[in-house]
């Protein structure tokens, strides 16, 4: 079992910057590839950044290329989000996801909002 903590969101105008969190419980975090998602009022949930277990690969959403960066430390069993740049239509509800084969896992999201 893994809990998922996110933290880091809130109000920031646009141009701005966000550096979101995610704790998570647990012992076996580097087992895991981490993503974030995030999802906007009234639109599906959407993938941004994926990280694999030893950091060695990324991915990320073409919407979030060249301005977000995800990292994660597993040491400290925490995955971030750098967010740059930031436009209005980055405004959602950031979620971390910690995925395995058999296991997904979700944290309850913290809120991004980039005001114009």
């Known amino acids: 079992q893994v809990q998922l903590v996110e933290s880091g969101g809130g109000l920031v105008q646009a141009g701005g910057s966000l550096r979101l969190s995610c704790a998570a419980s647990?012992?076996?975090?580097?087992?895991?590839?981490m993503n974030w998602f995030r999802q906007a009022p009234g639109k599906k949930r959407e993938f941004v950044a994926a990280?694999?277990?030893?950091?060695?690969?990324?991915s990320y959403a073409d919407s979030v290329k060249g301005r977000f960066t995800i990292s994660r430390d597993n040491a400290k069993n925490t995955v971030y989000l750098q967010m740059n740049s930031l436009n209005p239509e980055d405004t959602a509800v950031y979620y971390c996801?910690?995925?395995?084969?058999?296991?997904?896992?979700w944290g309850q999201g913290t809120q991004v909002t980039v005001s114009s």
């Open positions: 990280i694999n277990w030893s950091a060695v690969s990324t």
């Open positions: 996801n910690a995925e395995a084969p058999g296991h997904d896992y």
């Open positions: 647990g012992r076996t975090f580097s087992s895991y590839a």
